[in-house]
């Protein structure tokens, strides 16, 4: 993943901390960044890192939200996603089939998240992501289709998706808050063959992405 936050996101790297055996090994990878980079002992590391092993290296990278956003193809909005690793799912999942932007509401976890950021697996360096009131981000943007995951929708195996939209995926417990669904256009539902009541968020957000993609 340092790797990636180097290639993808070196103006946002404020400082560097690694463990002298991290450097010796790595000695290549931080030419260039030599001016931000803070030699610290293992003992240190494992007081910093929240894994249960910590890495060897650690970044602190600045939060940036894009000037200016074009919302072609799909557009992920999700509303109050509150587990870290169904978050960084999707964002790996969006930066796999090339879906460039993810609006997200207030109530969805923190994209920093340790948890996030580590089950992302560098995808968040790749995608843009960033935090607004989703009912106004929705009346800004009334041109663009919004199409809901909703349990009471058409079977997606007869939606017709149109090229752009917006795709919201809700809630793990609640689903799409009332006033979000009202919003959207199209209700569509992956249908199921099974007794489980509902779909793991970020499995419906990737067998929806992928359905609209191919």
Known sequence: MFEEAIQFAADQIQHIYAVPEWLMRHEHLIKGFEHLMVEIKL?????????????????VLKSTTPVEVHYSGLTL???????????????????????????CGTGT?????????QSSMGSIFRVNLFYTDLRQFLNNHKDMPVVVSHLEGTDLSSFKWPENLFLIIGNESNGVSNDL?????????????GLAESLNAS???????????C
């Open 109 to 117: 976890v923190e994209a920093f998240n340790p948890k996030v950021i």
């Open 181 to 193: 669904s009202e919003k959207a256009k199209w209700k569509i539902k992956i249908p199921g063959f």
């Open 43 to 59: 003992a240190d590391m494992e007081r910093a890192s929240t894994m249960q092993t910590p890495p060897g290296v650690l970044l």
């Open 77 to 103: 909005i999700l509303d109050a996603i509150q587990d870290p690793g169904n978050l960084g799912t999707i964002i790996r999942t969006a930066d796999w089939f090339g879906v460039k932007n993810i609006v």
């Open 203 to 213: 499995v419906a957000a990737s067998i929806l992405i992928y359905e609209w993609k």
